[in-house]
């Protein structure tokens, strides 16, 4: 039975027969060491056990606090190993599982008996788990860049009630195959919906919370918005999905944590999405916060500053089948890429009639090509290149020709990239993988001024 004590009752207890024993010994064993006639009175013996039952005392809260540190931090690096161990076995699935897609669509789409409407399909859902794959890379970087404390604000003039109309838009693509009504509220009118703020931030906590709220949502309503409370934005996600237990309200906002963490689990998802939202919230200035009821919905609250804008940087929103390059004359595009697949999609997406695309393999064959034409309106900067890289090289080229675009289009993706491209003097900045409609929006703009 002793043996199964804690440390500190075992420590506490061989201290207190020791004490004990040299109470009730003492006379005899000194008094053959040194001969004595005196011998302990009946208050000394009193006031020995009280001084051993005091000191006893002592050492057994002290040494009680600090093990049960030393348990704690054991317990949690226990507990965050074993999730990190999860979370590995998880994200595997959850990168292999689009993978399985994107190999086995892409094969079935070498078929040439395959008629439109199915080679359509395929095509979707390629492009949706492409989606699905890029969005899980993007939250295990944005969690490294925030653990690593390297996460930066970055806030420009941003119109709040055109954010959530494109997020309306982009997730009501999403909605048709569910049965839920789905809409957005808000409380400003445009002029005061102007915001200075971190839009990518803002847009990102957003995405997760109205994602997530898709995902476990199969019937009732998903609604957002936003209200103003005297000097700050109150933002909320509602859903009437599967709920979240009380007692994970504050667990899921940790890294890796989900509410089912087994193998039969219905949802997927990497854990990361609300330990990121939380991050950015607090980066932003705000809390975030949730109520639920297991079963019956869950209502996700954020808040951020009302830091009133005066001016829009923020592109007209463009309808899809809008988006074409936009030539007026002939028109003369470098790539400046390494890699022959990235050209490859690069020239076939900007393909146009009057426009003339020339191909570098490295910056300094970009530099040179500057150099020796004139007619070049605009290039396209990768980064990292044999030779010469991107940031050396837009900053030669932009000694010879001070005014012309050059757009960085890079696998580099963080906000440290792109500041870096940005000093270099490029005029604008796209990360692989390339969105289409995003990157010729861009183009047209500079190829206007
Ligand atoms: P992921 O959704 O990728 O698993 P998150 O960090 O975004 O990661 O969410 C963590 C967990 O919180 C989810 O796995 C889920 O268990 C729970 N959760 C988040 N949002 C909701 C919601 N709207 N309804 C029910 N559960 C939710």
Redesign the pocket.
């Known amino acids: 039975m002793l043996f199964k004590l804690k440390f500190e009752y075992k420590i506490t207890f061989a201290y207190l027969i020791i004490g004990g024993t040299w109470i009730i010994f003492s006379d005899e064993l000194l008094d053959g060491i040194i001969p004595s006639k005196h011998t302990l009175t009946t208050l000394q013996t009193y006031k020995g056990w009280f001084y051993v039952a005091f000191t006893a005392m002592l050492l057994f809260f002290f040494l009680r606090k600090h093990l049960n540190k030393l348990r704690s931090a054991q317990r949690n690096a226990e507990e965050s190993d074993q999730l990190k161990t999860a979370f590995l076995h998880n994200i595997s699935h959850e990168i292999r599982t689009p993978m399985n897609s994107i190999v086995g669509f892409s094969e079935l789409l070498n078929n040439p008996d395959l008629d439109f409407e199915r080679r359509q399909n395929y095509t979707e859902i390629i492009t949706q788990s492409s989606d699905g794959l890029l969005s899980i890379i993007t939250d295990i970087v944005d969690i490294a860049t925030i653990e690593a404390g390297q996460a930066r604000l970055n806030e420009t003039e941003t119109n709040l009630n055109k954010m959530l109309r494109q997020l309306y838009e982009q997730f009501s693509l999403k909605v048709q195959q569910k049965q839920f009504s789905f809409s957005y509220k808000h409380s400003l009118a445009d002029d005061d919906a102007l915001i200075r703020t971190d839009s990518v931030k803002l847009l990102a906590i957003l995405t ?1 919370l109205i994602g ?2 898709m ?2 949502t199969q019937k009732g309503h998903v609604i957002f918005g936003y209200t103003k409370k005297e000097n700050t934005l109150e933002f909320y996600v509602e ?1 009437t ?4 237990p009380s007692g ?1 309200h504050d667990e ?1 906002f940790k890294r890796f ?4 963490l087994t193998d039969d689990r219905q ?1 997927g ?7 990121i939202s939380k991050a950015y919230v607090e980066m932003l200035g705000g809390k975030i916060w949730l109520t ?1 009821i297991l079963g019956k919905g ?1 209502v ?1 609250y954020f808040t951020i500053p009302y830091n009133k804008g005066f001016l829009t940087d923020m592109p007209e929103i463009q309808n899809q089948s809008e988006i074409k390059m936009d030539i007026k004359g002939s028109t003369t595009i470098v790539i400046a890429e390494d890699e022959d697949l990235n050209f490859m999609l690069l020239d076939e997406l900007l393909s146009a009639p009057n426009l003339t695309i020339l191909r570098a393999l490295n910056g300094l064959e970009a530099v040179e090509l500057c150099k020796s034409n004139r007619q070049i309106d605009l290039v396209l900067m990768d980064i990292k290149m044999p030779i010469m890289n991107g940031y050396e090289a837009t900053e030669r080229i932009l000694e010879l020709r001070p005014t012309l675009p050059i757009i960085v289009q890079t696998a580099y993706s963080s906000e440290a990239d792109r500041t870096k491209a940005f000093a270099c003097g490029c005029s604008d900045f796209i990360s692989k993988p390339i969105n289409k409609d995003q990157l010729i929006v861009k183009i047209n703009k500079l190829l206007k001024n």
């Open positions: 997760n997530n709220a995902k476990f859903d999905g599967i709920g979240i994970m899921i944590r989900q509410v089912e949802f998802g990497s854990g990361l999405g609300l330990a639920s869950s996700f």
